[in-house]
């Protein structure tokens, strides 16, 4: 994102708010994505679910952005194509894993996606991290080592090592979008709708694949009302709402406050699975949720006081 400018300290306690509430809006829907994907997913319908939740809103971009899109050089589509490559392995990493653990988890560790970026900048750009980063990296890490272990200390679950190789691909994801030069000067609602494009392909070449589960129409006849209000969710709220939040705040406010409050998604995550979904953590697990909280909300001080 551009660097935008702090709103004045004179407005934000009393203007602020009609800003900050939809960003909050937004955490919140992410936080409630996990349970509502692992609501309507199982491991045979994850790229049928997939292709059925982005092309229902891709069309939606489209026509929002077509005028931008023409405007694009061929440099911008081939580096918003390949971010949109990445970005479909994030979302398979994601759905897979949530199909394989609780909400509460995937959204916890997810989190790490704080603590990962930049770390991967200090090792990109070749610079220390500063030591508060690096105690609330290695408390964050803590924090999911407990967490996984719900039943005593064993070998975390298949959907835990994925939530966590998601959060390393969005870390990826991040880092691309940064050094990947012909996208920097493509505006977000373009370089967005192309890489749902390019993810929308991928999964649609994959449920064409004999073997990788149920096809999209099969899985979307068989839809009941209550499958289809959950992929509604996903795709009104969680991605086609969430987005143009983010567009319309990161022009009202700055990005970091943007940020700070999206950074709340893990809270909302544990909450709906536990309020909702019926989900249990033992005493470790509320150590450890509480752990990667603390840790990922003091690396994201750390890393903005020390650009680490």
């Known amino acids: 994102m551009s660097s935008l400018a702090v709103p004045a300290p004179a407005l934000a306690p009393r203007r602020a708010w009609p800003t900050d509430l939809p960003v909050l809006v937004v955490a919140v829907v992410w936080g409630a994505s996990y349970l509502a994907a692992k609501g309507i997913t199982t491991t045979h319908t994850v790229v049928a679910v997939l292709v059925l939740r982005f092309a229902l809103v891709l069309p939606v971009l489209v026509v929002a952005g077509q005028r931008r899109l023409r405007t694009l050089t061929a440099a911008q589509w081939r580096g918003a194509a390949v971010l949109g490559l990445i970005l479909s392995g994030i979302f398979l990493l994601e759905t897979y894993g949530v199909v394989h653990t609780s909400a509460t988890n ?13 770390l991967a900048e200090a090792a990109v750009s070749r610079r220390r991290p500063s030591g508060s980063f690096v105690a609330a990296a290695a408390l964050s890490v803590a924090g999911v080592v407990l967490l996984t272990q719900g039943g005593g200390f064993t070998t975390p679950s298949l959907g835990d090592l994925l939530m966590l190789l998601a959060a390393l691909a969005r870390t990826v994801h991040v880092l691309a979008m940064a050094r990947l030069t012909a996208v920097r000067s493509a505006d977000s609602l373009s370089l967005t709708t192309i890489q749902l494009g390019t993810a929308v392909a991928v999964f649609t070449v994959l449920a064409a694949i004999p073997g990788t589960g149920a ?56 909450a709906a699975g536990i309020a909702i979904g019926g989900e249990h953590l033992g005493a470790a697990g509320l150590v450890g949720g509480a752990l990667v909280l603390a840790g990922t909300s003091w690396g994201r001080r750390a890393a903005d006081r020390t650009d680490c």
Do not use: D, K, N, Y
């Open 106 to 118: 995937a959204g916890l560790i997810i989190s790490l996606t704080m603590i990962f970026t930049p």
């Open 215 to 270: 096809s999209p129409w099969a899985v979307a006849v068989g839809f009941g009302p209550r499958e289809w209000a959950g992929l509604l969710f996903l795709s009104v709220f969680c991605t086609l709402f969430a987005f143009f939040v983010q567009m319309w705040a990161v022009r009202r406010t700055s990005p970091s406050r943007v940020s700070l409050l999206l950074g709340t998604e893990p809270l909302w995550a544990a």
